[in-house]
């Protein structure tokens, strides 16, 4: 078993700004991320955007499906903002035989007490068992896509009640 | 659904101790590590033990199976040292219709980069897709604990080749 | 000997705020560094004012310059967002009878790899040791407030060429 | 204004070590605490020992002397354990015309918590404003080597009351 993991920038990857800067994402985390964990899964990280999720065009999904549908890899995860990762999983929609994990995180993952090192791993372990479709994986859940949203207020990904 | 977590000691908990002290285990790390992730599924930490794995007797494993029986919870997550993790699973066989997930770290959770948080990712969500049986959440896997060996030069879990 | 800890805000008590947010200052991080480093001097920490300096007004200054010269105490620290450091140094200037040391951070003290620990620990050293007068303890040195500026393109306190 | 930092071992360069592992000291942290601190001051760090001081011969601490004497720089810190570091701050007692400053941590500058870095920016700036003798920099203090003692049990630094 092998995992793909797409990085397309969001909080995770973020860099402090201070109110003078523009606003700026960083080098890509989850890497540093498996390393330090030492996993023994083969396993392949690819950075093909850099953007606030807030920013994502139609043809910036376009090309993360692209992605997606032409990895060899059957296993995918991709790590995006929180802002729009739902909207993102639906374009994800109907690729066959792919197991597809998104994950990112509330805060960055150089802050202290990021919850990204959680969310990879429960990415990372969503996407070696479930099998093909496509999910999101924060706050210790596994969402369907179509039943989950974004609680602003609370800061957290929580079931869609519908 | 809902996730139970035993904690038993093991280098995860292990605090700082110098030349001249004794040998410590710390509070369990559990709790702070799903905190912080904000973690939306509903779960309880329960410390039972709190030993170097190396000293378990089989009274300590006999605990911890009983727990783990007696409990109404069906999912289970156990922290657990590294050195007899494997041990410890074979002696948790055969409990019906529970799906149990052991974990620990090779560095301490107090550690800046210690595999913790990852391995606690894993094992929650692991704890939550997969079916009745025993499993080792280490180093990003899954394993069978019959399959699976601490490579101690290596610092890392291990399929066994037999 | 003992140092009151005045904090007004700045980058070194900043939470992380996303594109949706307002922007914010946290909790003063001057205590739980201290505590962390179990210092055994006594010290007291009030917080002040919670603004990125870039947004203080002559008011705010006075209020700082205020207590300041009103505390008791001799050894003072303020912390401080970065962009005006050396302006509110200027306003404390003539203090007759007081130490004063100014510090704050290029990164959130909540980041894995802050300069906020060690920057606290110049200030907290030269408060000791100084004697009467205005200081800035930034990137390892202790300056004179008027012969110092904030290079912004390398994110640092510098010697002023005059 | 130039600093020369000696590093002999000592539980800030510990690295974590298993009950079936040697014990082990890593490599040595100033240096990586100095390069995040964004340090504009000119230093240098050179390791010349990497013991627990506890087995700390007369040679180690004559080594200690040798290099503190040779080294052209006038001010110089030393990072050490702190079980004997007054011991060998009394050894370095009479060499004229250096400031030597001495510091560690109770915690590896590894762990998340460390009074490690808290320490080292005190070191650095006692042994900037500080006229020739020895010094040791531990818990917010700036002690005389004749007037402390490490309190095993409170885990710090404090004046001996003689």
């Not at 899964?41 to 910036?60: A, T």
């Not at 509330?106 to 990021?114: E, G, I, L, N, V």
């Amino acid at each position: 078993m092998k995992i793909k993991i797409f990085t397309t920038g969001g909080t995770i990857d973020k860099i402090y700004f201070d109110r003078k800067s523009e606003y700026q994402i960083g080098d890509p985390q989850a890497n540093g991320v498996l390393e330090r964990a030492n996993v023994v899964l083969e396993y392949e990280v690819e950075s093909i955007i850099r953007k606030d999720s807030l920013d994502f065009s139609d043809e910036d999904r376009e090309l993360i499906r692209l992605k997606v549908e032409s990895t060899s890899w059957e296993r995918v995860i991709i790590t995006h903002g929180t802002d729009t990762m739902v909207e993102t999983a639906k374009v994800l929609k109907n690729i066959s035989g792919k197991t597809i994990v998104m994950t990112g995180s509330m805060y960055p993952a150089r802050f202290k007490d990021s919850d990204a090192v959680f969310n990879i791993g429960c990415a990372f372990t969503a996407a070696q068992i479930l099998g093909p479709g496509v999910y999101i994986a924060m706050n210790g859940c596994i969402f369907n896509p179509h039943h989950v949203r974004k609680n602003v207020e609370l800061n957290r990904f929580e079931e869609k009640i519908t």
